[in-house]
Nanobody, 124 residues
Framework: QVQLVESGGGLVQPGGSLRLSCAASGRSIFSINAMGWYRQAPGKQRELVAAVTSGGSTNYADSVKGRFTISRDNAKKTVYLQMSSLNPEDTAVYYC?????????????????WGQGTQVTVSS
């Protein structure tokens, strides 16, 4: 019913930049509330990196404040993560998440959907 498709991961040198994108699709999507990015490094738990509400309010992990910027295009149902000043500790699989309402104006069901993940590797 709902797909989140991520793109933009890859290998980058320390100090470099990458931009991740995540597009939501599905005919049953009525509206999208919060969208966010999480990451999971080997041997570690998945953690929130950044999130943005439908109104544009943002929240960041302390470790990425000042280096990462999250944004969204509501018309395109897409969320972006601009990552700068990357360091090896940012190496992880990055996952997109969206809290959506499926259905119609008469009735909606709330769901939380995840993308398949995209690898980000920071290494010289």
């Amino acid at each position: 019913q709902v797909q989140l498709v991520e793109s933009g991961g890859g290998l980058v040198q320390p100090g470099g930049s990458l931009r991740l994108s995540c597009a939501a699709s599905g005919r049953s999507i009525f509206s999208i509330n919060a969208m966010g990015w999480y990451r999971q490094a080997p041997g570690k738990q998945r953690e929130l990196v950044a999130a943005v509400t439908s109104g544009g309010s943002t929240n960041y992990a302390d470790s990425v404040k000042g280096r990462f910027t999250i944004s969204r295009d509501n018309a395109k149902k897409t969320v972006y993560l601009q990552m700068s000043s990357l360091n090896p500790e940012d190496t992880a699989v990055y996952y997109c998440n969206a809290d959506l309402f499926l259905g119609s104006s008469r009735q909606q069901v709330a769901v939380s959907s995840w993308g398949q993940g995209t690898q980000v590797t920071v290494s010289s």
